[in-house]
């Protein structure tokens, strides 16, 4: 199937679930142990089936990357002679030479890569090998597709307004009254993130095995999975500052229940956010959540849950667009389950580029080459009220 097909069934299955609860529901509202069980066969299928739109959403991303042509035509006056190397040496074919040959244990051809260890040792890596990883790491994590993400060399104080200025209404020849507006400043730190793996000495002899795809591949996944687990519920300590946290974004509703939300108390977040935010704002939270609200309707009878028929759109609630993420806290005491607000005000600091390492001695014994990659990232909320939470009732 397609996923324009995907989606209709998705849709599909979804009008025949709504139909079933409607018709299904006791007088209390509630269903039958025996009916319970048929919605949430149904309620499967459809996050089935949203997986599956996603699985191939992503494919088609992957596939249009690597269907891109190689060279770009010349449209421009021919660039002299060492021009491209001064300005971007990780862009060259030399370089990118250099590293595979380093990767697969052989003699570098050109010797360009000495010019750029990096600061912790090994070597950057080149550019196209670094788009593979962020290209990967967007899959992989849904922060990195709505937060703001800014690449620094330092540490990065961010000023921001505390107070703002008040205006008075002030007699004629009256005296001014004064303002006293006040900043503060969150600083964006440098964490670093590191995985190993290990390659056996076969696998990097035989030059059928693509181990630049491998490599970016999974070190992107490894990295994707930490850095949106720490965007979400990190500590800030050793990583990112988590936006589900006491220190993340502001309290907007807490919930009368210790694991239901109402539909009240979603529109209730809505409207706890100031009205310029709602313009670009978004819903984040955790797949087991959204099945939980999606028997939820509104005032008018229309449920709050919408699918998207739409390749590549989110699905929406209440009108607006919904993502979700594993490592957004469940239903539970305390728990801070759902966020709104407009995530651009959540920033990721990118430190520099990513650095590859090459071990050739530590798993030597057992024919097997290591390699390493570290990146140094931080994530904040830059300004509390930007997005807003919803927390569970404390049991």
């Not at 750029?116 to 992989?140: C, H, K, W």
């Not at 503060?184 to 795809?213: C, N, P, W």
């Not at 500590?235 to 807490?254: C, E, H, I």
Request: proline fraction near 4%; charge should be negative; glycine fraction near 8%.
């Amino acid at each position: 199937m397609t996923i324009t097909e995907l989606r209709k069934k998705r849709a599909s299955v979804w009008e025949t679930a709504k139909n079933f609860l409607n018709s299904q529901r006791q007088e209390n509202g509630l269903l039958s142990a025996e009916d319970d069980a048929t919605y949430s066969r149904m309620e499967k299928e459809i996050t089935d089936l949203g997986a599956e739109i996603a699985r191939l959403e992503r494919q088609e991303s992957i596939e249009a990357e690597l269907s891109k042509p190689v060279n770009q035509p010349i449209t421009g006056q021919p660039m002299r002679t060492g021009e491209q190397e001064s300005t971007r040496p990780r862009a060259t074919k030399a370089y990118r030479e250099d590293f595979l040959n380093i990767i697969r244990g052989k003699a570098p051809i050109h010797n360009v890569l000495s010019t750029n260890p990096g600061s912790d040792g090994g070597y950057l890596v080149p550019e196209e090998f670094e788009r593979q990883i962020i290209t990967a790491l967007e899959e992989e994590n849904v922060f990195r597709k709505i937060a703001k993400v800014i690449k620094t060399e330092h540490d990065r104080k961010i000023p921001v307004a505390g107070e703002h200025s008040v205006a008075q209404w002030t007699d004629e020849n009256g005296a001014y009254t004064e303002s006293n507006p006040t900043f503060g400043q969150i600083e964006l730190d440098a964490y670093k993130l590191t995985d190993l793996i290990r390659v056996s000495d076969e696998l990097l002899q035989d030059s059928m095995f693509d181990i630049e795809s491998y490599l970016s591949g999974e070190f992107a996944r490894a990295f994707g999975v930490r850095e949106e687990e720490a965007f979400c519920v990190g500590n800030g300590t050793k990583k990112p500052t988590g936006l589900f946290t006491a220190n993340g974004g502001q309290v907007g509703v807490t919930a009368t229940g210790t694991a239901a939300i109402t539909a009240d108390e979603l529109i209730s977040l809505i409207y706890s956010l100031k009205a310029p935010y709602r313009k670009n704002a978004r819903f984040l939270l955790n797949d087991a959540t959204v099945s939980h609200i999606r028997k939820l309707k509104d005032g008018n009878g229309v449920y709050l849950w919408q699918p998207s028929l739409v390749a590549g759109q989110p699905d929406k609630l209440l009108g607006y667009d919904l993502y979700t993420s594993a490592y957004v806290p469940t239903l539970a005491a305390s728990a801070y389950t759902v966020a709104f607000g407009d995530f651009s005000y959540y920033w990721i600091a990118d430190r520099q580029n990513r650095i590859l390492k090459r071990l050739i001695e530590l798993y030597a014994t057992n024919g097997q080459v290591g390699f390493v990659a570290s990146q140094r990232v931080d994530g904040k909320i830059i300004l509390p009220e930007g997005i807003k939470l919803l927390q569970q009732h404390a049991a």
